[in-house]
């Protein structure tokens, strides 16, 4: 198959970084959409793994054997690990390696991890409990829990759980929530296998896996999508399945995309654009973003070039064919991130190198927008830089509020502070342009909301606007899902399907309305679990309400 050529998207960015370089030479103090701001200047912690829970509030989670972080473990609390060789005589450390952040009030709590999570996978449980999984070491096998609470309850902390045990190591593995609620974890280094927790199914060879390894891997942390006919989509390297969890097979293979390796250590991203109500939830899109060059990481060659395209593909067409678009810049170690309006931010990251052990260099400090509803060639737009550079081990995750929360950095291995890109221990968020006070008039505001919600099942949500609405709402559920190494694990958008919006109060401002939508029409579609529901006007979103959906 022929690449498909792209001049109008080629075109399209030129256009747009003319027009920056002209406006610029004006006046360029804030031309660009979206603010940064550091929300917090010391975490004590690089978190290359960050999951929001069902509270708002935020689990930041390094590795255990990098040597002492900034941050005491509670409590007075020691761990002793005689084979940590980064520890001092008597392996004894005090620091902690997990910490709870609370972006509403800025307060932050250590927790304790005893095993290391280096490069670990996770995901929510249906009952809000992050499952985390894996790492090296002695964390290799292993399963932890943590069942978040509010922050002032001040009592949540990991929980390690002796057994069960994973069946096979899992470092660098990728898990998702399944229809059921079962969580299914993907590969990792030297693993080209699958298991589930609970583990009622048994461990099962992925020989896709194998298929995908090159000389320097570009198979691991693999991208995987539950697309809403419950089938896995499931992205390594250059190449892409569709697989049935339910009968071990692989359904199809897709088209080869184009344009160098895109998994780790080559560090691209990805996510499924947001399933519509409209149609049924039959469609499922799937974006891939960036990348390296191939062999960038295993010749070490840190100026090579990043990868300037994104694949886009229907993985629920019969005939699904990539088309490729052109990013304003190019990028490695980028993070993809679902914004409660449909749009993609992509963020941090650098444009050379590679993904890992100081490979990366040039940091790429704008986001980018992608608008996956416009035109080819007019997608993305660039956005306001930040100043920290966040290479590899950043992260990026949406908070219930909008903004996109940014965490880590680091060169890999210790707490240094010295030297091109050191550990980075600062917290930013980043403002996308929806939270500017322009759009004040059309922000929603929920009233009230259900906390649970079953499959099928209409429900109500009181929603208040400073101007008079025009049209109807929509309602968007987002899910928390646990973002590590430039992939956001689990992460789902899913508009649902407004019947009424409904004035339910005459006279000025605020102008109240009752929005009836339908819950999703299965865990398929929105696996059970807790979701950010975010009522949206002309691409305004609320603050989101915490909505479980149940079995
Ligand atoms: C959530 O479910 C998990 C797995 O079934 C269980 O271990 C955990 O105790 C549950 N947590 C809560 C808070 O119920």
């Not at 509670?74 to 084979?83: A, E």
């Not at 298991?195 to 891997?217: G, K």
């Amino acid at each position: 198959m022929a690449a498909p050529t792209n001049t109008g998207a080629a075109q399209g960015v030129f256009l747009l970084i003319c027009f920056h370089f002209f406006a610029c030479r004006f006046s360029c103090a804030q031309q660009l959409p979206g603010t940064w701001e550091v929300v917090l200047e010391n975490a004590g912690i690089a978190s290359m793994h960050t999951a929001v829970t069902r509270f708002g509030n935020v689990v930041l989670l390094d590795r255990t054997d990098i040597g002492p972080s900034r941050l005491l473990l509670p409590c007075g609390r020691c761990r002793v690990d005689s084979t940590d060789t980064f520890l001092p005589a008597g392996g004894q450390d005090c620091s902690a390696h997990s910490a709870l952040f609370d972006p509403s009030t800025r307060r932050l709590r250590p927790l304790s991890i005893l095993t290391d999570t280096w490069c670990s996978s996770g995901q929510f449980l249906p009952n809000g409990t992050l499952l985390q999984s894996g790492g090296d070491l002695d964390g290799l096998r292993k399963l932890r829990a943590f069942s978040p609470c509010s922050f002032d309850d001040g009592q949540c902390d990991w929980m390690e759980i002796e057994s069960p045990r994973l069946a096979d190591g899992r470092w660098y593995a990728t898990n998702q929530i399944l229809p059921d609620g079962s969580v299914v974890i993907i590969g990792g280094r030297a693993a080209p296998s699958m298991e589930f927790y609970p583990p009622s199914r048994a461990l099962r060879p992925f020989p896709f896996l194998d298929a995908t390894r090159d000389a320097q891997m570009d198979n691991l942390y693999p991208f995987v999508h539950l697309l809403p006919d419950g089938r896995l989509f499931v992205f390594a390297n250059v190449r892409s399945i569709l697989y049935d969890v339910d009968t071990g097979d692989v359904v199809r293979e897709y088209p080869v995309l184009d344009g160098g390796p895109r998994n780790y250590p080559s560090g691209g991203s990805s996510v499924m654009l947001p399933l519509e109500a409209t149609g049924g939830y039959a469609r499922a899109e799937v974006v891939v973003c960036g990348g390296a060059q191939y062999e960038t990481f295993l010749h070490r060659q840190t100026d090579a070039p990043a990868s300037t395209t994104c694949g886009r593909i229907a993985a629920t067409d019969p005939d699904a064919a990539w088309a490729l678009e052109e990013m304003p810049f190019p990028r490695v170690m980028g993070d993809m991130v679902m914004l409660p309006n449909g749009e993609v931010l992509i963020i941090n990251g650098a444009q050379a190198g590679s993904q890992g052990y100081e490979m990366g260099s040039n940091p790429c400090l704008n986001p980018v927008v992608y608008r996956p509803d416009q035109p080819t060639g007019t997608r993305f737009m660039v956005l306001t830089p930040t100043e920290i550079p966040r290479m590899y081990h950043s992260t990026a995750n949406l908070l219930a509020d909008g903004r996109v929360l940014v965490a880590g950095s680091n060169p890999h291995y210790f707490y240094r502070f010295e030297g091109a890109f050191p550990t980075e221990l600062r917290l930013e968020a980043f403002s996308p342009e929806y939270l500017a006070a322009d759009k004040d008039g059309l922000r929603p505001s929920i009233k009230s909301a259900p906390e649970k919600a079953w499959y099928g099942d209409d429900f109500e949500v009181v929603v208040e606007t400073a101007l008079p609405l025009v049209g109807q709402m929509e309602m968007n559920l987002l899910s928390a899902p646990f973002a590590t190494h430039s992939f956001s694990q689990g992460q789902r958008m899913v508009r649902l399907s407004v019947s009424s919006t409904v004035a339910v109060a005459e006279g000025g401002a605020p102008y109240r309305y009752r929005v009836v939508c339908k819950a999703p029409p299965d865990g398929r579609v929105a696996p059970p679990g807790y979701y950010m529901a975010f009522a949206v006007n002309q691409g305004v979103p609320s603050v989101a309400r915490w909505v479980q959906l149940l079995l």
